[in-house]
């Protein structure tokens, strides 16, 4: 029984999607629940799956094509067996030569070889490579400029030879091989990029720093790491679930760095749900922890991990994604020293972390070697005060300076 195989039901805020992947091809056996193909939108991989035991008959929608919700991609066989897949078409003659060979695919040419094969009016495609993958060097353009210039001599007839002409100066043949490669962005590099582009084009974008002595938090997961793994199954203790906690605080002493403008309008939101910044083979998205003003730092640190392993898998969903109050970004574990995190609209503030690093510092009139981070906060001008920013900043300071702080909210 012959079964229409679909798109699933995009939300709202996605209009259409891509063929990113098929993972079976026309006249595959699958079994239920196998994965058939991948649909990539600007925000999430969406996978489709085998309805029942049986073949995929026919690939409707290929790779690379934009699809809409719920468009026929694809045509299953329920309980068929699988057969020989369909025999390629017999070779004509021109499909055998080189030129129909790389119809769909064109040669990789080095600069030399491509400024060769214009300056004789060769088509790159008829030249067979001898390099890596089937790339075309120059010394493969000169031996076929060479071997047709050789046949050209055998059959055409003798003339009497030309005057000599001195060859015009050429650019300078560069030794080795230099390669470009083009490839589309893919849909959630190219939201990311529209989305920043609008952050800073409709907000009024300012970043205040300060920084912060690490070594009370050091020191403190140092002391219980190893029973707080224990007690929570395996749960680490890192430095991201404190600075959520010390900006939950922040942000309610300052519910206006917890707000955003809609409109004429802010909205003041009575929850922190705090977004972290995840970086990923795809792009950069950013999960939410949902009332983060009702978590444990154990809670806190499993669901980031849980956020960091979908995210390297695409397996993020578009409810985790979506809404969020306010963004903490960690440029810190790639080495960053300083920087200027982009806001997250429609959110007016985001703070960026980044990489502990021993200074020698001032304490009570002694130089001290301590391990300091550098913090800074992007905030909306339109919403937010210098007064107020700044404030914040300093508030996340002294509870990441002193934790207490934070339990005996002080």
Known sequence: MATEIKAPTFPESVADGTVATWHKQ????????????????????????????????????????????EELIAI????????????????????????AKNN??????????????????????VIPGSGKGGRVTK????????????????????APKPAAVTPEPTAPVFAGERVEKRVPMTRLRARVAQRLVEAQQTAAMLTTFNEVNMQPIMDLRSRYKELFEKKHNGV????????????????????????????????????????VAVSSDRGLVVPVLRNA??????EIEATIREFGLKARDGKLGIDEMTGGTFTIS?????????????????????????????RPMAVNGKVEILPMMYLALSYDHRLLDGKEAVSFLVTIKELLEDPARMLLDI
């Open 293 to 298: 003003e009702n978590m444990g730092l154990a």
């Open 104 to 125: 769909d695919e064109s040669p990789i040419l080095s600069p030399a070889a491509r400024r060769l094969a214009d300056e004789h009016g060769i088509d790159p495609q």
């Open 236 to 275: 680490r203790l890192g430095f991201m679930s404190f600075f959520v906690k010390a900006a939950v605080e922040a942000l309610k002493r300052f519910p206006a760095v917890n707000a955003s403008i809609d409109g004429n309008d802010i909205v003041y939101h009575g929850y922190q749900d705090i977004g």
């Open 76 to 99: 299953f066989a329920e309980g068929a067996v699988a057969s020989a897949k369909p025999a390629a078409p017999a070779k004509t003659a021109e499909s055998a030569s080189p030129a």
């Open 26 to 69: 026309p006249g595959d056996a699958c079994s239920r629940d196998d994965l058939l193909v991948d649909i990539e939108t600007d925000k999430v991989v969406l996978e489709v799956v085998a309805p029942a035991d049986g073949v995929l008959q026919e690939i409707v929608k290929g790779e690379g094509e934009t699809i809409t919700s």
């Open 139 to 158: 010394e493969d353009t000169l031996k076929y400029i060479e071997s047709q210039s050789v046949v050209q001599a055998q059959t055409a007839p003798s």
């Open 330 to 358: 960690n440029g810190g574990v790639f080495g960053s020293l300083l920087s200027t995190p982009i806001l997250n609209p429609p959110q007016s503030a985001i703070l960026g972390m980044h990489k502990i690093q021993d």
